[in-house]
């Protein structure tokens, strides 16, 4: 089997600063997926046996609802650990990832990870900075749905979308994944008949351009008075 490059990792905030015999090792120890959209990687409630690096793509998670639905609640862009349950104390997933493009990872049996947060700084820092992260934004969006209303939430999770995974192109800033009215509407807890007035009203004041499975911000700046301003209209 072809080894893997090193520049693979090197890059990588949880590799920075390994040597390169250190940043063979890992990557002797790694498993490669190609994962196609849609496929799941693992399921909410699975025994946690890997840990992942996004190399390339999107990864979306989802939690299961008491009444059996699937609910989107973050996406993972490249570069960042996911499945980290051992992180969290977790011995199973506490939730499912899912691709939402196509894309490519690296995993390693969840058996090395107290092995890699001793041995290498980066990588236990990067993993605290990953969790930090996510629970900021799990509280960011608690209170989102507490104090603002659907007009301000639609706003902020677009804003958050283009902030973290935007492409920008002559027209704007376009989601660079496929993402739904319904994704949409999932992490902002609202029905997608009310994202979907949404959208079509800020379409028409030239806001935002929406098709099948892609939204593009043209004009962010009315997107952030949106956000800002929606409650006290």
């Known amino acids: 089997m072809r080894k893997l490059d090193e520049s693979l ?3 990588l905030a949880p590799f920075e600063g390994m040597g390169p015999a250190e940043i063979r090792e890992v990557l002797d ?4 997926h190609r994962i196609k959209s849609g496929d799941t990687v693992f399921h909410e ?3 946690a046996e890997r840990f992942f690096v996004l190399l390339d793509g999107y990864i979306r998670v989802m939690r299961i609802t008491s009444e059996g639905e699937h609910v989107t609640v973050l996406h993972i862009p490249p570069g960042e650990l996911f499945g980290i349950a051992k992180a969290f104390g977790r011995s199973q997933y506490p939730a499912t990832a899912v691709a939402a493009s196509e894309s490519i990872a690296l995993s390693w049996p969840m058996r090395l ?4 947060a001793k041995r290498f700084e980066n990588f236990q820092a990067s993993s605290n900075l990953v ?3 996510r629970v900021q934004e799990m ?4 209170m989102e749905l507490a104090t603002q209303q ?3 939430r639609v706003a902020n999770a677009l804003l958050r979308l283009i902030r973290q995974t935007g492409r920008k192109t002559e027209t704007g800033i376009e989601v660079d994944f496929p993402i739904t009215r319904q994704d949409l509407s999932e992490l902002t807890g609202t029905t997608l008949h009310t994202v979907s007035r949404l959208l079509s009203a800020w379409e028409k004041r030239g806001i935002v351009e929406s098709r099948r499975k892609r939204i593009m911000v043209s004009r962010p700046h ?3 008075i949106l956000a800002e301003n929606a409650a006290l209209r």
């Open 113 to 116: 990870w107290s092995e890699f």
């Open 131 to 133: 969790m930090g992260k």
């Open 222 to 224: 009315e997107l952030v």
């Open 29 to 32: 120890q790694s498993i490669s």
């Open 150 to 152: 659907v007009e301000q």
């Open 45 to 47: 409630g699975d025994a």
């Open 139 to 142: 509280n960011d969006r608690i």
């Open 9 to 11: 990792l090197s890059h």
